[in-house]
């Protein structure tokens, strides 16, 4: 599945995903382009520069490719991310692919949030989730409109009733804190020589039940709203506060392990841009 | 176990838990002598009617029990509550004892939330949390304040490992919203015949970490802190619309069913007057 493993291939285009196995090939590219042909008109051509939208280590054993496009105006769209990792790990390879849609100010609708994490063959974490965009216990209205009465966790419970299918914890208290309580936070773990096991849950269960969260999301995030200029504020500075955390916890720390810091800010420049989060232009050195 | 039984005896006092299996009642009684020691001089003498402090169903075959004190001046206690439930169920009994200690808006540290809901003699379904005051996403230097430096994370992990203990979902995506990214949320299951099992889980780690937890709190608990007016605002109308909101999910569907609309209308007249609810007069019928 090393399809552009030599250093002069040329990069391949980031929603290949060319080292995920290939259920999760298909079903992220399936994704991608339910998402990308809902969205399709509302977004603006890629600007990430060729040295980001495929990157890799000076050994060649970390891969990783990122693309980021901007919503038109008029679009709910503020920047769709995609994205994938790939390294070699003592236990064999670490892949992450992933998707964020993050929606502007002129809509409360959530943003969509989806990624693998494989550490092994036979197990593999997914977040899968609408980040709310407000305090839902604060406003329960939000809660009702976004999540009750578009039955969202009747997927999540479908997909929690595997015996394969156990609960995942993030290690930090704030990525905890931001996914809403209908969130898909699984490890999906088919234990020793049971690979085939796992590629089946992807093809089934688990295709259907993102195919239609995306799809439920695909309907919410298109209305805008108009907010009053306090509530506004506050989802500015929420949705800034998520961004510039997201950067702090995870990027930040992995990006430089795996990929020298120099590569990794890079990297992380170009997100920070689509954040709007200030680059402090540290050099992880 | 079923000491108070008879009709005619007097009423219990509610901290006895005379239904509850002998392991919980003792940590429960072990642990709201610690908070009321802990809180002793805070606390104003019980008003609660004595038809509300004791009460059954006609039939005898649902009991339960309610304390309200309030907290003095001068004190961060708003009020604690104590209650238990106990009703047949075509299982065996169903068991519910909680201790829910309410701060006033002097202080933004945490409430703090204990229950036990048992369905059977070898499984226990545990709420455990700080509740937060404040929205986490939007202020991360609560999160860290009140969770990280207190490392509560790490109690939860401590019985998280155990394979007896798996993970919770409360049915109300409200109630899982409302719960800090540190809360214990797990059914201590058994299996069959595994009664002694549960003992002594309840008797060793758990008792371990519902203490240390509930210490964590007592620390944290007396802190007040001069709130901005508008910071007090929104913390009293986050706290408001929690205490309504379990009113509204949990006791206005449950306690009619179980004691008659009658009864429960007297205990949750009660339970609205503590969380400065308006009481609508409904009856339930």
Redesign the interface.
């Known amino acids: 599945i090393r399809v552009h493993a030599s250093m002069n291939s040329p990069p391949p285009p980031v929603a290949e995903f060319p080292y995920l196995p290939p259920a999760q090939r298909d079903l992220m590219v399936e994704v991608l382009s339910i998402v990308e042909t809902g969205l399709g008109p509302q977004l603006l051509p890629s600007t990430v520069p060729s040295d980001v939208l495929s990157y890799q280590n000076p050994s060649g054993s970390a891969h990783g490719a990122l693309d980021i496009r901007y919503g038109g105006r008029d679009s709910t769209v503020d920047f769709i991310l995609e994205s994938w990792l790939h390294c070699q790990i003592p236990t064999g390879a670490l892949n992450i692919a992933t998707l964020f849609v993050s929606l502007n100010s002129s809509t409360d609708a959530p943003h969509l949030l989806m990624e693998f994490i494989q550490g092994s063959p036979t197990s593999l974490v997914l977040l899968l989730d609408l980040i709310p965009r407000k305090?839902?216990?604060?406003h329960?209205d939000y809660?009702d409109e976004f999540?009750?009465q578009t039955d969202l966790?009747k997927q999540r419970q479908v997909l929690?009733k595997l015996p394969q299918v156990q609960?995942y914890?993030s290690p930090s208290?704030?990525v905890?804190?931001?996914l809403s309580?209908?969130a898909i936070v699984v490890n999906i773990n088919c234990g020793d020589g049971e690979q085939t096991m796992l590629e089946e849950i992807i093809r089934g269960k688990l295709n259907m039940i993102c195919k239609e969260i995306v799809q439920i999301w695909l309907r919410l995030c298109v209305k805008t709203k108009l907010l009053s200029e306090v509530d506004q504020d506050?989802l500015v500075?929420?949705d800034s506060?998520?961004k510039s955390?997201a950067i702090e916890i995870d990027l930040e720390v992995n990006l430089p392990r795996m990929f020298t810091p120099e590569i990794a800010s890079r990297v992380v420049r170009e997100i920070k841009e689509a954040y709007k989060v200030q680059d402090s232009g540290k050099k992880f050195v």
Chains 1, 2 share one sequence.
């Not at 305090?135 to 604060?138: A, N, P, R």
Request: net charge positive; proline share 12%.
């Open positions: 305090d839902v216990v604060l329960p809660l999540y009750h966790d929690a609960p914890m208290l704030y905890r804190s931001i309580p209908t506050i500075k929420r506060l998520i955390k």
